[in-house]
């Protein structure tokens, strides 16, 4: 990596959802409810927003009497799927990947205190082929012109 070029690009956060017309649930404790049999998350060994929604689970104390309704996706973008089609009653996913579908509906954020920050760096690599163009880039996704294309997809630009 290129001395002074690594930086906090994006944040995101974990939000609970459920299909656009559930009634069930309105916050996380709700998942514990015997009324909710189906809770979709990310694998925690292979999925990054697994990770974090079990941090989350963890965090508020419900991890064990929720443990046993986790259906496990391969990735985020599964566990979102279950949700959209009704398959699961609620997940937890990244707010950017809920805020790319009208088929479900963002019940809750995760304080950011109930799990590790989810943070996505940049950097120019030593290795490079173009150093120069490579710092032109990173420079122009730390743009207002970038800016607005990354929170209209639901990230947060770090330091803002």
């Not at 070029?5 to 559930?22: E, G, H, M, Y």
């Not at 986790?70 to 985020?76: H, L, N, P, S, T």
């Amino acid at each position: 990596m290129v001395d002074g070029t690594r930086k906090d690009l994006l944040k995101n956060q974990i939000v609970l959802i459920a299909p656009q017309n559930s009634t069930v649930v309105t916050d996380f404790k709700d998942l514990a409810s015997p009324s909710i049999k189906k809770i979709a998350l990310g694998e925690p060994k292979s999925v990054p927003a697994g990770q974090y929604a079990q941090q989350v689970l963890t965090s508020l104390k419900i991890l064990d009497q929720v443990k046993g309704k986790a259906v496990y996706a391969k990735d985020v973008r599964q566990a979102l799927n279950y949700v959209e089609s009704s398959n699961a009653d609620a997940g937890l996913v990244y707010f950017s990947d809920a805020k790319s579908t009208p088929k479900v509906k963002i019940v809750a954020t995760a304080s950011e205190n109930t799990h590790s920050p989810i943070v996505y760096p940049i950097a120019v690599l030593k290795s490079s082929k173009n150093v120069d163009a490579a710092q032109d880039f990173v420079q122009f996704l730390s743009g207002n012109e970038a800016k607005r294309v990354f929170e209209k997809q639901g990230f947060t630009v770090a330091g803002s």
